[in-house]
């Protein structure tokens, strides 16, 4: 299997899909991340293609410890803070340091939710197979792997999936669990890049595609360009200083840029494709955009 792998993703839709053949899993508040159990390191990949190992050493011990190598996992670096999934202490560590990461992870330690099986250690790559085959295999090779590496809870049932979404909720909702929302799949469907699934939030973000480049200095950008659904490229309002570190860590990866315009004939510089943001919804219209986080 090609490293990195390029993810499945999932299309925002305001209601549950019903039906025949529809299976429905909770969708954790967390760094969506795919791990890789080698014969002899374990590697942890960022959905933008990135390496991220040494910001969750601690999963990446959990791997090698309990994972047979050739197993490659998709899901989600998730941080438990008295009991809630905590968003924030999650991006604190992905825009963490080595050592910064190793200080956070001794006082909140991270969790993976897993929620799809890549590659089997004996079958090698799976993702042609039905989802519904890959999901029997995952729970199989994780029956006796202990925590923090888990399989998300999932469900056939639309009525269990409604009462998740319902009593689960985020943690802007004021109570639950900080359970972000609930992502509904096809029993029959393979693994592909791409949107292939369907998600129902309760947050009032959206997905913006991604980050085409940046305005400042590379080590701390002042504002992102986004290109947005229409294919329009726009500048963001100014970013937050947390956003701000997390979307210079991409652009320093990814290297020089050249000189580029918005659409409305905005400088910008330009960085390589794969980081994607959340924006306020409505924000996109009449070209204001304001992230809120990185994806």
Same mark, same amino acid.
């Given at each position: 299997?090609?490293?990195?792998?390029?993810?499945?993703?999932?299309?925002?839709?305001?209601?549950?899909?019903?039906?025949?053949?529809?299976?429905?899993?909770?969708?954790?508040? &967390? %760094?969506?991340?795919?791990?890789?159990? +080698?014969?002899?390191?374990?590697?942890?990949?960022?959905?933008?293609?990135?390496?991220?190992?040494?910001?969750?050493?601690?999963?990446?011990?959990?791997?090698?410890?309990?994972?047979?190598? &050739?197993?490659?996992?998709?899901?989600?670096? *998730?941080?438990?803070?008295?009991?809630?999934?905590?968003?924030?202490?999650?991006?604190?560590?992905?825009?963490?340091?080595?050592?910064?990461?190793?200080?956070?992870?001794?006082?909140?330690?991270?969790?993976? /939710? =897993?929620?799809?099986?890549?590659?089997?250690?004996?079958? &090698?790559?799976?993702?042609?197979?039905? @989802?519904?085959?890959?999901?029997?295999?995952?729970?199989?090779?994780? %029956? +006796?792997?202990?925590?923090?590496?888990?399989?998300?809870?999932? #469900?056939?049932?639309?009525?269990? /999936?409604? +009462?998740?979404?319902? #009593?689960?909720?985020?943690?802007?909702?004021?109570?639950?669990?900080?359970?972000?929302?609930?992502?509904?799949?096809?029993?029959?469907?393979?693994?592909?890049?791409?949107?292939?699934?369907?998600?129902?939030? %309760?947050?009032?973000?959206?997905?913006?595609?991604?980050?085409?480049?940046?305005?400042?200095?590379?080590?701390?950008?002042?504002?992102?360009?986004?290109?947005?659904?229409?294919?329009?490229?726009?500048?963001?309002?100014?970013? #937050?200083?947390? *956003?701000?570190?997390?979307?210079?860590? %991409?652009?320093?990866?990814?290297?020089?840029?050249?000189?580029?315009?918005?659409?409305?004939?905005?400088? @910008? =510089?330009?960085?390589?494709?794969?980081?994607? *943001?959340? =924006?306020l919804a409505g924000t996109t219209r009449h070209a204001v955009v304001t992230v809120t986080r990185v994806r």
């Open positions: 299997m090609e490293h990195p792998v390029a993810v499945a993703l999932a299309e925002a839709v305001p209601t549950l899909p019903r039906g025949m053949g529809w299976w429905y899993e909770i969708k954790f508040d &967390g %760094h969506r991340t795919v791990l890789w159990r +080698d014969s002899e390191i374990v590697r942890l990949q960022a959905r933008s293609g990135r390496t991220v190992t040494s910001a969750w050493m601690d999963l990446a011990v959990a791997g090698m410890n309990s994972l047979r190598p &050739g197993t490659v996992l998709d899901g989600e670096a *998730v941080i438990y803070n008295e009991g809630r999934v905590d968003f924030a202490a999650a991006q604190s560590r992905a825009a963490s340091g080595p050592v910064r990461a190793r200080e956070l992870a001794a006082v909140l330690p991270a969790s993976y /939710a =897993v929620w799809d099986l890549l590659a089997h250690p004996k079958l &090698g790559d799976v993702r042609s197979r039905p @989802y519904t085959e890959r999901r029997a295999l995952l729970l199989d090779l994780l %029956h +006796d792997v202990p925590p923090p590496i888990q399989a998300v809870p999932a #469900t056939d049932d639309p009525d269990v /999936a409604q +009462d998740w979404y319902d #009593t689960l909720q985020g943690q802007g909702q004021g109570q639950g669990q900080g359970i972000e929302g609930v992502v509904c799949k096809r029993a029959t469907s393979p693994y592909r890049a791409g949107r292939i699934w369907k998600k129902v939030r %309760h947050s009032d973000t959206v997905d913006a595609d991604v980050v085409v480049g940046y305005v400042g200095p590379a080590s701390r950008p002042h504002r992102v360009a986004v290109r947005l659904p229409d294919g329009s490229r726009v500048l963001s309002q100014a970013l #937050t200083a947390r *956003v701000a570190a997390e979307v210079a860590r %991409h652009v320093l990866d990814a290297g020089p840029g050249r000189r580029a315009r918005t659409s409305a004939g905005e400088a @910008y =510089v330009t960085t390589s494709h794969g980081l994607v *943001v959340e =924006v």
